[in-house]
Structures are given as structure tokens and as C-alpha cells.
């Protein structure tokens, strides 16, 4: 069933990505500083959720105060969150070869995980800028010696200010086709992402919409959740790639400043 933007309006609770509808690289973008203004000022309870595991809370919120806006740090989960939230639960003090940035590694040190190159129980890939022949290699040999392949994510790219780059799954891919193995990815739209979400806002799915610039993530994310989404086209997705999908988002907006009535 089809609702109007002033149903949409009413939801207590938004969950937002981040790269392509918050920000481009360090750039801000339009709405967004209208947009968190009408959150306050309403009383909504909000989210961001973020695929990308390179940057901790604490990073995120320094980040949005650089480009002007103010944001606390427990508004903000990732993927890198979510990964470790998993495997702590599936192997409680166990140990991994991570390639990522700091907010990937400070999230499994946090979930009592060790930095561990010889046996590792899991490999585990996230966004980074340090991406070298020697790491693949090195993953690839953890895995084909039973090391578990994890993704934070499965996105293949990423809105930058200089256009787009590799996500993780691209980053992923040349050690799955070398093991012959299949990465498990933790960030959207595995469930267990929104499940963690509407934990964190304490709402139900029902009372809550998902924002997010990718059809293939966000999206689908919030249909496989039967939560509401709206699609913004400020990030990698534009109105003509919406015919390549089985599914479609319950609005499509040009940025995250049409839902401020």
C-alpha cells in the first residue's frame, strides 16, 4: 500500500546512509543541515547506518562537525560495528587478519578479537586505502588454510568527491575467486544490520523508513525488512537505473531535504 509524503512525515523513527545522501567525499550535501534540524526539532529518533567500516562513531560525528553539522556518536552504526557484533558472538575471543582502516580494527579489538597473521580464525576485508598485492596474497593463504572469509559489506562501489571508487565487495572478490570460496558479508542488506538498527532506535519496523541513495543495499534492505524506503538520488543511483530491478522504493526523492515538509 502506497502512503503520501506526509505519512511518510509521521514515522517516529529514520535509519539514513550516509555516503551519497548525508555526504560526498567532504562535501555536504544539500538539505542535510534543514533535515537534521527538522529530526530535533520533532523529536524523531534517527540512525545512521553505514556500510562503509572505515571510520569508528567518534570519526563519524568529527567528520560531520568539520562539514558544519553536529551529530552524537551514538547515532552512528556501521558495518564494521556489525561485523564484530557478529563474530564475537559467533566465536567469542578469537582472532582475525583484517584489512581495513581504523574503524574496522578498533571495532574488533572492542569485541575482544586479536590481530592474528599466522592461524587467524577469520580473514576480514573492509574499505581501505592500503590495499596491496601482499595483503591479498596473505588473506588468500589464511583462507585456503581455513581461515573464515569475511566482508563488512557488500557494495561494489562508493560515491567519492572524485567520483566513484571500489567498495569492499570489489575489494573481496580477487580472494573469493583465488580461495574459491564466498565471503560472508555482515552490511546491508544482511537482516541482522537492520535488526541491529532497530534495536538502537528502540522502534518498530513499522514505525521507522529507511533513507538510502542504493538499490541494491538500501533498498532492498528496507523491502526485505518491510520497512518503508525512500530512494534519494544524490548518491550512485539515478532515475534510469531504476528499471534494472525487480523491486522499487516506496518514493524517490532528489535529496534528503524533501521529507522536511
Known sequence: MTISLDELRQRRAF???????????????????????????????FLFLTNSSERSPRELKEKLRRLGV????????????ATAAFLAQQCPGGSVFAI????LITA????????????????????????SYEKIA?????????????????????????GIIPAT?????PIELATESKAYFLGKPNPLMMRHALKKLGCQREETAIVGDRMDT????????EIDTVLVLS???????????????HYVLSGIGELVP
Open 100 to 103: 581495513g582502516e581504523a574503524g
Open 235 to 249: 548518491g550512485v543511483t539515478s532515475e534510469a537505473d531504476l528499471n534494472r530491478f525487480a523491486y522499487r522504493p
Open 169 to 173: 565487495g570489489a575489494l573481496t572478490a
Open 70 to 81: 553536529e551529530v552524537e556518536e551514538s547515532h552512528f552504526y556501521s558495518s564494521a560495528l
Open 108 to 131: 574488533l579489538y572492542d569485541a575482544g578479537f586479536s590481530i592474528n597473521d599466522i592461524n587467524p580464525d577469520y580473514v576480514v576485508i573492509g574499505e581501505t586505502r592500503s590495499y
Open 218 to 225: 538500501d533498498i532492498i534492505a528496507g523491502i526485505e525488512s
Open 15 to 45: 535509519i539514513c546512509d550516509m555516503d551519497g545522501v548525508i555526504y560526498h567525499g567532504n562535501h555536504l550535501l544539500p538539505g542535510v543541515t534543514e533535515f537534521l534540524d527538522w529530526l530535533h526539532r520533532e523529536d524523531k529518533r
Open 138 to 162: 596473505k588473506a588468500v593463504q589464511l583462507v585456503r588454510s581455513g581461515a573464515k572469509l569475511i566482508g563488512t559489506n557488500p557494495d561494489l562501489t562508493a560515491p567519492s568527491e572524485k
